[in-house]
């Protein structure tokens, strides 16, 4: 091998004079500023070396770099080497994972953010990428590389919309751009009565959202029944919301990170839902470090872990267990006696015993997330709910001694499969397929006829959708398909006599949707339209929904909103009878025949007007909604037409009114709701007449306390009795039946409740913490009855039954982590 006499000796050679050597040899230009190469110099190579070694071994051992212009002209120049720190605009954490390139480098964040690149030139473009971020492009000439910047990331719009009011009632409930009220439990503080980040729980603080039993599975939004709410557990329908048939959210709070709530103008690619929609979501990062949460308190006990799998992928597992068998509490005491009030599982007939009454609940979730490139990712999910209720029912008598047990359960088993991809900075495609499935079953034993009554409901749903979304400066398009199949299955068996009742339907929907919106460039003006049309293949029937939002803001402090939409939905719930499953879950599913049970349509209306400045905020909004294919079974009527079969309608208004300070560590609030819900009924003696769920005033007074360490909260909810229906006195048996007055011409008492709450968090060691906490819920012990009804008792009186809700219900908790 021939080698220069300098390389030989591991002398080194000025650069310049190396340049002058290659300039002469391969007849090229080399084109720089000459202070570039004062006092370099390096070990030559091989005098038989070509161009290219010789450039790139002047390149190894320099900051130099070479372009190509042509193939007799280079340009030299110094290379730049810069470094920084990518984080989220939303919580300013690390963002792992995000790609940073230019024309000649690449290189990729880590677990702190961090990245290094080399650079060639100032007129070099360089570009930040990260899923669900909106890309960050640099001239190189405006950076400076001595300094290891922090550049922050912005949430790209269409996955998380800006926040436009924030601290909407507290801390991690927002107003946002997307017309939706967001809840951000990585934000949260704290509200009265709970120390869980209960979804379910949390979504009845905002405005016209209640629940006139209060249940999490009986969510009332602007007046309408729970079965009219659209529920969402990442993209997957959830035909089941609670634990202990309706006290708790039956989702994992670890699991869920956010949720949306919509009462109006829904985005065209959801449907369902005539009444409201609440969207929850796990978190969309992905997570490149090891942690968990183990927290127990008085009904339950729960575990999360977040499972990193290389630098691309992370595991998300959540159970939660209820712990009766152990031990029992004096809250899962009080949980218990609820859920059975009136039910046969408390009180059986003359001579009939129940006792070894026992209760357990769990539920087990999954998040998998996996970037696949810098540009597509694939998310999975599971669920898996159940609720399990037993007791036995002993007779003794002189004939005849028995022991029977009888049981309920419900529960649910849901996947889903999600994969998105961004084709460019303004374009990007989802595919979602989810695959639920619901059942509640009870088996229910008469001791004194020997009788065994099997009956259960279960819903199986398929769904899969394509999403397209474009955006083009102001403007964003979104265009898609979605394709459903339900298919509910009802079934009555009866041993004794034998009676068997089978009923099955099966449902196909198609759905293609388009939507504009648009942003003027200095966000006071927000527009979106659009169109979904629906197609029931088993009816040959098309349903065109048109949906509108209208923003204006008016200055930095006054904003006025316009909100309209149409809905449809297929399935829901109905009552055949008030001793169904034990008592204790009398609704089950149904799925419309365009019949009896017809088809839900909803028309919805709302204006609205929002002042914010100095910590103060002022929202108040009008609506009016119109709901048409109710029928009485889906009305939860237990009084008069409690058995009665008609098909009708609905109209509500209303009035909604918030008002909230900020004054450092405080934040206070009040809200008001006024709704007239009138039932129309053609069929019935009564044709019009006042909803089962026509609350027609409703307070919330509450204050929140927030340090670092310190969340304590406390407050007041009060709102008229629910409406309901009275026998005629002195006329009150008719043809053996009890004989009713106007329907829900009357309300149970007004319903009054006094919540408090705290939680302190602190520092263990630095690998651990912990928060522990305590809440009363109804402090007053006030006997806030819920329903009631009436039943004509062994001696032909008319005797009245009530049904309460909670009284004074202590919880603790402790979490730990890790």
């Not at 597992?317 to 712990?323: E, F, K």
């Amino acid at each position: 091998m021939v080698k220069t006499q300098a390389q030989s000796s591991g002398h080194k050679v000025a650069v310049s004079k190396i340049l002058e050597q290659i300039t002469d040899e391969y007849a090229v230009t080399f084109n720089y500023e000459s202070s570039l190469l004062i006092g370099l110099s390096i070990v030559p190579t091989t005098q038989n070396a070509n161009l290219s070694s010789k450039i790139k071994n002047i390149e190894k051992q320099t900051n130099l770099v070479f372009e190509k212009v042509s193939n007799v002209v280079f340009t030299i120049s110094k290379a730049i080497k810069w470094c920084g720190y990518l984080k989220g605009s939303e919580f300013e954490q690390p963002l792992f994972g995000a790609t940073v390139s230019s024309k000649s480098s690449y290189t990729v964040t880590n677990e702190e953010g961090y990245f290094e690149i080399t650079l060639t030139s100032g007129d070099e473009l360089l570009t930040i990428r990260h899923i669900g971020f909106k890309t960050i492009e640099r001239q190189v000439s405006s950076l400076s590389p001595e300094d290891c910047e922090t550049i922050i990331m912005v949430v790209e719009q269409e996955l998380i919309a800006p926040v436009l009011i924030e601290t909407y009632i507290v801390r991690g409930i927002d107003k946002r751009h997307d017309w939706t009220t967001s809840i951000d439990y990585k934000k949260f503080s704290l509200l009265p009565g709970l120390i869980e980040t209960d979804v379910l729980q949390t979504v009845q603080a905002l405005p016209s959202v209640l629940s006139v039993d209060e249940t999490v599975s009986n969510i009332n939004i602007r007046g309408g029944s729970h079965d009219q709410n659209l529920i969402l557990w990442d993209d997957i329908k959830m035909y089941q919301t609670g634990h202990f048939f309706g006290l708790m959210s039956s989702f994992n709070p670890l699991m869920t990170q956010t949720a949306k709530v919509i009462n109006n103008g829904s985005d065209v690619s959801l449907t369902d839902g005539v009444s409201g929609t609440i969207h929850m979501q796990t978190d969309k990062e992905i997570d490149s470090k090891f942690n968990g949460v183990f927290g127990i308190n008085f009904l339950n006990a729960e575990l999360f872990a977040n499972i990193p799998i290389g630098k691309k992928s992370s595991l998300q597992l959540a159970s939660r267990t209820s712990y009766d068998d152990l031990v029992r509490t004096p809250t899962y005491d009080v949980y218990f006696d609820r859920i059975i009030q009136e039910t046969e599982a408390e009180n059986n007939v003359f001579n009939v015993v129940n006792s070894d009454q026992e209760f357990n609940f769990y539920d087990v979730s999954m998040r998998w997330l996996y970037q696949l490139t810098e540009n597509d990712v694939i998310r999975l999910n599971f669920i898996l709910i159940d609720n399990d209720l037993g007791f036995n029912e002993t007779v003794n008598s002189i004939d005849v001694s028995r022991t029977r047990g009888s049981s309920i359960s419900q529960n649910s088993i849901a996947g889903g499969l999600h994969y998105r991809r961004q084709w460019n900075d303004g374009f990007w495609s989802a595919i979602s397929i989810y695959e639920t499935d619901y059942k509640l079953k009870s088996s229910n034993a008469d001791v004194l006829t020997n009788q065994l009554q099997l009956q259960e409901n279960v819903v199986s749903e398929t769904s899969i959708s394509v999403d397209n979304h474009y955006k083009d400066n102001s403007w964003q398009y979104n265009l898609g398909y979605q394709f459903t199949e339900t298919e509910v299955v009802n079934l009555n068996d009866i041993d004794l006599p034998r009676f068997v009742r089978r009923d099955e339907e099966i449902l196909r929907e198609h759905a293609v949707f388009g939507q504009a919106s648009y942003t003027s460039p200095s966000s006071d003006l927000s527009i979106k339209g659009g169109v979904r049309a629906n197609y029931l293949s088993r009816f040959n029937k098309m349903i065109i929904e048109p949906r509108l939002n209208v923003r204006r803001s008016f200055g930095e402090h006054v904003e006025i909103e316009a909100q309209g939409e149409f809905k449809h939905q297929s399935t829901s719930q109905i009552v055949n009878f008030q001793n169904d499953f034990l008592g204790i879950e009398k609704r089950r599913w149904q799925l419309t025949d365009n019949d009896s049970i017809p088809i839900l349509q909803s028309k919805q209306a709302s204006l609205g007007i929002t002042y914010k400045n100095n910590g103060w905020l002022l929202d108040a909004k009008g609506f009016y909604k119109t709901v048409d294919g109710i029928t009485t079974q889906s009305q939860s009527l237990t009084t008069k037409y409690e058995f009665a079969k008609a098909r009708g309608s609905y109209d509500a208004y209303g009035f909604e009114f918030l008002c909230r300070k900020k004054t450092g560590n405080f934040n206070s609030w009040l809200s008001y709701s006024y709704i007239d819900n009138t039932y129309m009924f053609e069929s019935l003696e009564d044709v019009e007449f006042p909803s089962n769920f026509d609350i027609t005033h409703s307070f919330t007074l509450g204050t929140t306390f927030s340090t670092k360490s310190w969340n304590i909260s406390a407050g007041v909810n009060y709102r008229t009795g629910k409406p309901t229906s009275i026998p005629i006195s002195g006329n009150d048996i008719v043809d053996d039946s009890v004989n009713f007055g106007k329907a829900n011409h009357d309300n149970l008492r007004d319903y009054l409740r006094i919540d408090a709450s705290a939680i302190y968090k602190f520092k263990i060691s630095n690998a651990l913490r912990s928060e522990i906490g305590a809440s009363i819920w109804n402090i007053s012990n006030r006997n806030n009855s819920i329903n009631n009804f009436y039943r004509i008792n062994e001696n032909d009186r008319v005797e009245r039954f009530s049904r309460f809700s909670l009284g004074l219900t202590t919880n603790a908790v402790m979490r730990i982590f890790f």
